[in-house]
């Protein structure tokens, strides 16, 4: 009982104990030597700041959101809250923005683990415990910008000393060299005093006090007290206490807060259990003793501490001199080295009229070339004024990395609007020529970075544009944005689910059913998602789970990186933000995501991969090989025949334009120019269904309502759109027409409106909107009209430059699918997986459109699917080693390669001896889908299944030698061929598609029996009939906007037929729905201007194939 | 050479059958057995007509429960371990020779019939009156009967009712049987679906050299299972080894030493038994069977296994004498655990312990005076809740030692158990309390010391302690431990500070 004899023996000098009135409470002695305080006076009651509060992004150790703290603080009246997350200001751009949300304070600061003191406190040894050793962790907390730059720098030296993604640990040197604008706590229980305290008591404490005291001075480290209602820890406070006495520091009170409400420790016990890989019943005393770490009110943390107030008192001396905020942040975008007698503005203007010439001097545009040159000098000046020159510089220095290496690569976004990007080449959309509306992109009183995205193909060639970054400025220089994983339904119910306890197959149950649906129903509750899974939700043990599945939803997990987002910085990036290594190799990450950066003014440069960028290079790059042709996408011809082929919407494989929705809609816009593909790109939207947009348009375009305009003077502004306002855009320029704003306001209107966040705002800039239009004489319904229009569109508004950089990239592929079907069917598989079907779709897309799709051949196939070219000048496609499951790529390479140098193969015991990396299991794999059935004594693929289980095994020493080797492999085989059913399941079991027939053509005579018909069959059918039809499932969905309803696109030989099901009809065929790989439907034939669908009524599952046939759901 | 004959005997869905041979009620019904823990149950077993209904194996229990009609039971691992009993005994009335060949949820066995001719008539009447006994013991089963081992052990698994092979036709009897029947392992499996070889026929058809080139030695025993005719080295089920000795009294005895003389004898043969075998005896539990039928129990648990049998008997006097029968007792049965002879290597310079067998004797006094669960070493457990402790026997390995420390230690005397407390307070403070005696004025409270936790469960605790100075109405103070339940809002006084 040593804990309570020092208590109880101090307790019988001391004063009366004290009560809490919430009774949450602890008695404690009045103070009698009471250590040195920075302020004699007593604390008032509002003095408290909390300066020691953790959030969920101290990542499994921690279990609220910083701003659920920095709202349950605005809740008990505190003033300021600083976070100090474990090794990490991951959370800190959040905290600031709802601090200066809600007016709270928020510092910022970090708890700091160092290897020099030690392991941290755990229990004695003499207690059972599973405490792993960890270092202790000190406060700090940033009191200026140099303070916040040091700790930056701190926590990026300890992350990048590590090998790969890590913890990591300062050492002293480190705390030494980034000392400067810190204050420094000594923490609590995690703490190197409290380890100290327990190992070698007040010297090995004095010690540790002492070196801290000489790196940070006695006026920047306080000695921490925390009270959680422990025994041992009130034992080390009473230590401390002596200690900041004997050696005149401060001691300062905090509550060591790891959520923001009693409730949550739940969260936390659940948190601590899965980062300890336990369960919550075996994690001891790994958990919390009790629910005390969460925000207290000042006058509880008064009371509390009422024998110690100078602790209080400190708290507000330390907050107010924490001047540091993250509006302070200090960062500058890097400049661009421009040659000697150059300014970057003079330099920009240069290449930039250059561009200009390029671009606008060919005889087609030339007409334009004045109004370009009088857009780009617009352009320019504004720039100039902003300050971006280095900005444009920097992207289209880029740009021409990727040009003078062969890289593809546009710029898409609102860029897009800016004559001065398309000259710079950085987009590809004319917008001068397209009339886009350059301050969507640009705004003087915006004040912020403009956003440049860059497209570029998937894969090696955007990882060598990343790599170029990080060499041209430096490793600490440039970093991609963090990714912040989140717990979802799936990982919630998952990780839960272990920590009760529940086993794997339960687990599995559960997270194969918890749904991926974009819709979610009133029924697609989580607990529905239970019950679906076997759970009875009404179970106390699945209702915790469920609570707590429900409440872990959004709370971080752990951070990844972003795709493309990167940062780039003049100086030195890690003392902006703490950058550490990313788990993969050679990357590096910012410890905020791309909202983060953009919310404190960081500007990022999304370098995207688009995996039809890759498709597009690839498939250019095989033109000239196979077809003789060079393609310029910058200058594609308008071709009818490839508008013909997308008013059919046979589209299957293109960019944007091969979804479900999109295949509905497009032959009723019918698109003839490029215009009309960027409005059906942009149309079939979230955004514009939502906002009952489609339709007027649809309907306007086929003439079956008359085009009108909410006032004349919109016209110009809406003719293009049939006076439906579809694009941001217009709504930027309506009100500029309508009530005489600048581009500027009209931006600033837009975001207002479409951020709907500042309500004051909003009312500001409508009652400009409004006096704008009575100025210009219109009044009454009119005005109220375009006012509701204006707010309505601009929640889903798409950017009408977006709109148009993915149109051209959609026209491309269609060009390309139409003029080059081989080669761009090729690259499609090449740079799978992407797009909307699977490759055995796009297989027998390609197959019904006249391309012939040979299997893979040992003796014929690449590495990757080529383009071959048949005897009579034909073009066919030839599937590569690449689609072979379970074949190794540096077996498929080696063979390719033996093949290349040496020749063909004879025999399957050729094969196998001359490429000694191929294994049984591989040579099995090509066995089973035909790869061998081109060598010379395979007459079937079971011949070559009976030969390689021989040749696949290893022989011992003594036959190694080739002439030891028996010859059974030309022994006849006494296996039957395989069936056609059998076959097809081996394709897609072995390579998950097939070049032979479709799977329902072998059935086809005995479904025309019953009555059931082929998708082609559909089209000859009157509208409203009953029909019935079978194939196989190859996407569903349920997308957000369609109100529960779900589509099935059903493959058949013929093609693809479009099932529609409603809600009712859904639920009471969920199972079916969701697991049959061959659906039978009955239904309803529904024909809308040559577009079909069938309205199910009836859905059953057909159990004609094993062929593991997959779909690709929940788009 | 002697002529061979199986019978193989195998009733499927073996813990279904198990619990319908008990409720003939629900032999015409559709049932399911579950298995695992609440509430993660799946279906382990299933009879016919659940199937029909459309139930199946590895069902969750919220699933089984959404089909109609069906009967939800719960498997009993007892049942199907006294049903199995009754299943081989109803067996072994055929023949002394059986090998138990059980295999996932079904119960089978092979009887070596050889010779049983003369007894129970050629083979189809023998197999006739195996099923029908099956039949009266409550059991389904299919009977096969071949010169072959695994020829009447594979036909029975895989057909209904009875098969009888004749010599020499044991390959045209597998040859439509699954491959599956032969439980392969994964590999095989898959180079056999992919051959297209789904039969034992099939099988059997393959060139024998080809397929050992190609799947090993291993594929000659599968293409011999295949063909009925691989060999098989019975292995019949050995009596099992038990250490029980029964006794049934004429008159019922009412003395305790008369009982233990008989058990003394009793001890000494389970002893002798156990010697012969060098084992010696884990532990000893006595059956007494009591007036009235009732069944007074008692275990004994010596540290070490031991053939001692003057300690033992020692020990089981203690035992009765401590939970001694409430009436006459009919019958005694003494069953023993046996377990390996050991011996402890201590140090030279170990300190002296008590003899093993002389400090069980002493802790099974203390047993008796203050009761099973109050004696041995106190283990410490992990977790933060209040009675993180549990007690053991003692062992020479449980020696953990606590530091010793500079500071002065109090000591806390526990009071076992608590006593309630009605308790004052003012301002959340307690100010004074009463046990059933006294009243006292608290002086000073420290706290409350808070924990809580194992919220996710039913043994979810939150107490508050106060260490408490307080002073009787005649001023003698003491310093105690006051805990309050926050769930059960009651006070109790929990220790004393020495």
Known sequence: MTDLSLHISNSRSAGTPVCHPNDEYVSTRAHDTAPPTQSAARPKPSEYVELHATSAFSFLEAASQPDTLIDRAAELDLSAVALTDRNGLYGAARFHSAGKRTGVRAHIGAEIAIRSFGDRLTPPDWLPHQYPKEPPRIVLLCASQAGYQNLCQLLTRMKMREPSKGEGSATLDDLAEFSAGLICLTGGDEGPLASDLARGGDSEARSTLDRLVSIYGRSNL??????????????????????????????????????????????????????HHTTLDRAGRLLNSNSMRHLRTEQQMTILFRDIPEAIANTRIVSDRLEFSLENLGYKFPHYLVPEGETMVSFLEKRVEEGVLKRYGVPSKRDLLDRARTQVRRELALIKRLGFEGYFLIVWDIIRYCRQHGILVQGRGSA????????????????????????????????????????????????????????????????????????????????????????????????????????????????????????????????????????????????????????????????????????MPGRTVVQWDKEDCADLGIIKIDLLGLGMMAVLQDCLQQLPCHYGDQVDLAAMPEDPLVYDTLCKADTVGMFQVESRAQMASIPHNAPRKFYDLVVQVAIIRPGPIVGRMMHPYMNRRQGKEKITYPHPSLEPVLKRTLGVPLFQEQLLRMAMTVADFSGAEAEELRRA?????????????????????????????????????????????????????????????????????????????????????????????????GLRVRPIDVQRSSGLCSVETEQDGSHSLRIGLNYVKG????????????????????????????????????????????????????????????????????????????????????????????????????????????????????????????????????????????????????????????????????????????????????????????????????????????????????????????????????? | MTRTLYACIHAAEFPAQTLVRLRPELRAQPVVVLDGIAPEETVCSINAHARRQGADLHLTKFEAEAIAGLHLLRRSIASESTARTVFLECAANFSPRIEDVSFGTACA??????????????????????????????????????????????????????SLVAAGEEAGA???????????????????????????????????HDLVARCGQQATAWRELAMGVYAHAFQPIEPVFQLSEFCEFETPIEQIDSLIFVGARMIECLVARASVRALSLASLTAEMTLEGGKVHRCVLHPALPSTDRKFLLKLLQLEIAAHSPQSAVF????????????????????????????????????????????????????????????MENFGLDNTTTIPSTAHPRWTLRRVRPPVPLRVTLESSLPVSFRDRDKRYAVKEAFGPWTTSGSWWSMGRWNVEEWDVLAETDLGAPIVCLLVFDRQKKDWRLEAYYD
């Open chain 2, 174 to 208: 597998m040859t439509s049987l699954p491959i599956q029947a032969l439980h392969l392992d994964e590999n095989a499996t898959e180079t056999f679906a992919l051959w297209g070889i789904r039969s034992l026929g099939q099988l059997a058809a393959l060139p024998q």
């Open chain 1, 887 to 1115: 074949l190794r790529q540096s077996s498929a390479q080696a063979l390719v390669e033996t093949r290349d140098r040496e020749g063909l193969f004879e025999s399957v015991d050729d094969i196998a001896e001359r490429i000694p990396e191929l294994n049984r299991k591989e040579l099995v794999a090509l066995a089973r889908i035909g790869a061998l059935n081109s060598l010379g004594e395979i007459r079937h693929r079971r011949d070559a299944l009976w030969q390689v289980e021989e040749a696949g095994r290893f022989a011992g020493p003594l036959l190694q030698r080739k002439e030891a080797t028996p010859t059974t492999a030309l022994s006849k085989s006494p296996l039957r061929q395989m069936t056609t059913e059998e076959r097809l399941a081996a394709d897609y079991a072995g390579s998950g598609l097939t070049t032979g027939p479709h799977p329902m053509a072998w059935h086809r005579s005995i479904l025309r029996k019953q009555g059931i018909l082929s998708s082609e069959e559909l089209q000859g059918k009157p509208n409203l009939s009953r029909v019935r039809i079978a194939g196989c499932v190859i996407a569903r969905q349920r997308p957000g906007t369609a109100k529960g309803f779900v589509f099935l696109s059903l493959e058949d030989e013929a093609g693809i037929a479009n099932i529609i099901i409603t809600p009712d009809v859904f639920e009471q065929n969920r199972v079916v729905v969701t697991r049959s790989k061959v659906l039978l439907i009955d239904g309803q034939l529904q024909v809308n201007d040559g577009v079909i669908h069938v309205k199910a009524r009836r859905i059953s599952s057909l159990e004609i194939t094993d062929a593991d046939i997959r779909s690709r759901d929940f788009h």
């Open chain 1, 416 to 583: 897009a609007n800016s004559a001065v990007c398309y000259a710079l080449e950085i987009t590809a959309v004319d917008p001068v020529g397209m009339e886009l509306l350059f301050e969507r992109f640009l705004s003087e009183s915006r004040g912020e970075w403009p956003d440049i995205d860059l497209d570029l193909p998937s894969g090696d060639q955007r990882e060598q544009v990343i790599q170029h970054i990080y060499e041209k400025y430096g490793s600490l220089g440039a970093a991609m944005t963090a990714n912040v994983i989140s717990y979802r339904g799936r990982s919630a119910a998952r990780e839960v689910g272990k920590v009760l306890g529940f086993d794997e197959d339960t687990l599995a149950r559960l997270s194969g059913l918890v749904g991926r649906w974009e819709w979610r129903g009133n029924n697609d509750t989580m607990a529905r998602n239970f019950e679906h899974a076997g759970f009875d939700v009404h179970h106390a043990k699945i209702a915790c789970y469920l609570d707590l599945c429900l409440r872990m939803q959004d709370l971080p997990r752990h951070l990844g990186q972003h795709s493309g987002g990167m940062v780039i910085c003049a100086g030195m990036l890690n003392r902006v933000v703490p950058i550490e290594r990313a788990s």
């Open chain 1, 222 to 275: 306080y000695i921490e007290l925390q009270r959680h209602h422990q025994r041992d820890e009130e034992a080390r406070n009473q230590a401390l206490l002596n200690l900041a006495s004997s050696l005149r520091l401060p001691a300062i009170a905090t509550n060591g807060v790891r959520y923001a409400t009693a409730k949550e420790r739940e969260i936390l016990d659940v948190f601590t259990s899965i980062r």
């Open chain 2, 109 to 162: 066995c092979v009887l070596d019939i050889a010779g049983t001719e003369s007894l129970f008539g050629p083979p189809d009447k023998l197999a006739q009156r195996i099923r029908a006994a099956m039949l009266s013991a409550g059991f389904h089963a299919s009977i096969a009967v071949s010169e072959n081992f695994h020829c009447a052990r594979l036909k029975a698994a895989h057909a209904r009712g009875i």
């Open chain 1, 753 to 849: 409106v479409g951020m709907r966040r500042s309500m004051q705002r909003m009312k500001d800039l409508e009652g400009r909107l409004r006096t704008g239009m009575t100025r210009n004489g219109i009044v009454g319904e009119a005005q109220d009209n375009i006012v509701q229009g204006i707010s309505s569109f601009a929640m889903y508004g798409f950017p009408e430059s977006h709109a148009a950089s993915f149109a051209l990239i959609a026209y491309a592929s269609a060009y390309l699918k139409v003029y080059y079907l081989a080669a761009f069917t090729c690259a499609l598989l090449n740079n799978q997986p992407m797009g909307f079907y699977s490759p055995a779709v796009l297989v027998k897309d390609a197959q019904r459109h």
């Open chain 2, 331 to 390: 019958a005694l049965a003494l069953s023993a655990e046996a377990g390996q002879s050991s011996q402890v290597q201590l140090g030279l310079f170990a300190p002296q312990t008590p003899e093993p067998s002389r400090l069980d004797v002493t802790i099974a006094r203390l047993k008796n005076l203050v009761g099973e669960d109050r004696v041995g070493s106190a283990v410490l457990l992990d977790t933060h809740a209040p009675e993180n402790f549990r």
